[in-house]
């Protein structure tokens, strides 16, 4: 048997060049402005246009580019490795919302590995309309262009699956080894923020980060555990979930905490993480009088996590239609945007 993944993930510029021309498709995408594309388009090269040059400033402390390509890739070919048995011959391909490799090209991949199956995976494990959805519009479309009808099996969510939980647990547990004695820290759980109008509508997505932030503070298990969930990357005047991480710094610094900063919505290292929470939050944090600053790192490649994902897809490879990493349906149902809906 052959199977065919596609792993989903924004994407990033991989090089300077690139930088306005990401920023363009990613506001043209209708789940991010969900205006009619008459205006839409016009104002997603305006927006792009003013916000090129602080962006390519961002993507100069990191040599230019974003390394999300090259992480997803690792993470491909660990998937790969990790699903290998006898008798079945599994591809992982790779297809970026807003940079190359684009859904097309991942497509027309796919239907010369001829696979019988396919599983499509986004690496984002909680489910928003603003990411896994709008990836699988896309590759919906790409995959008519190219020709494939296979059997197609989604994998909506896993924001509590236990090899992502363990795996980020890891890295947490990582840093927790070599902390100032003596001082008291709080750990802040970070997402990327949406506006508060998208969750409002019925998007799912707060709802599952707070149940990976739940899971993952139940998996450390330490007693009388300092944390709190927080939402990073906030742009434009629309109002967004809260509370934001900055804020949070600045409320540990008051409160002479240390700061432990976690990512739980990225599962790969790029801008984000790299210069959002490695550079400007670490500088925050000084100004903010926070005695001692760590950030631990995102899943990556590790074994646990790799281990889960593969997990579910062999649960999906079973299954038609759309899963997740429980047994039904996750999200309340006052979530009507809910992939399961």
């Not at 262009?145 to 992502?164: E, M, N």
Request: charge should be positive; hydrophobic fraction near 45%; aromatic fraction near 8%.
């Amino acid at each position: 048997m052959k199977l065919g993944i596609i792993l989903f993930n924004l994407g990033g510029p991989d090089s300077p060049e690139a930088v306005e021309p990401f920023l363009r498709n990613l506001f043209s995408d209708p789940a991010i402005i969900s205006l009619p594309w008459l205006i839409r388009l016009p104002l997603a090269r305006f927006i792009a246009r003013r916000r090129a040059p602080l962006a390519r400033a961002i993507y100069d402390h990191i040599g230019g580019r974003s390394p999300i390509l090259e992480e997803t890739q690792k993470q491909a070919r660990a998937l790969e490795q990790a699903l290998t048995e006898p008798g079945l011959e599994v591809r992982a391909f790779v297809a970026m919302r807003c940079w190359n490799p684009f859904s097309d090209g991942a497509a027309l991949a796919m239907s010369k590995f001829a696979p019988d199956r396919i599983v499509a995976l986004p690496l984002y494990p909680q489910y928003s309309t603003t990411t896994s959805a709008s990836a699988f519009k896309d590759w919906d479309r790409a995959a008519r262009k190219a020709g494939l009808s296979q059997p197609l099996t989604r994998i909506c969510c896993y924001p509590d699956d236990a090899g992502f939980i363990a795996a980020a647990a890891t890295k947490i547990r990582a840093v927790m080894a070599d902390l100032k004695p003596g001082l008291s820290y709080r750990l802040l759980l970070s997402a990327h923020g949406l506006p508060k109008k998208v969750v409002a509508g019925g998007d799912p997505y707060q709802w599952q980060v707070e149940r990976t932030a739940a899971a993952l503070a139940a998996a450390l298990g330490i007693p009388g555990l300092d944390w709190t969930v927080c939402y990073q990357s906030r742009v434009g005047p629309l109002k967004w979930l809260e509370p934001a991480t900055d804020a949070q710094i600045r409320r540990a610094g008051a409160e002479g905490k240390g700061v432990i900063l976690a990512p739980i919505a990225f599962v790969s290292e790029h801008s984000e993480t790299l210069v959002e929470l490695d550079i400007e939050y670490a500088k925050l944090a000084r100004e903010a009088g926070v005695p001692d600053y760590r950030r631990a790192a995102t899943v990556g490649a590790d074994p646990d996590f790799i281990a889960g994902l593969a997990g579910l897809v062999r649960r999906a490879m079973n299954q038609a239609g759309t899963i997740n990493s429980g047994d039904g349906r996750l999200c309340p149902a006052e979530f009507c945007r809910c992939a399961l809906e």
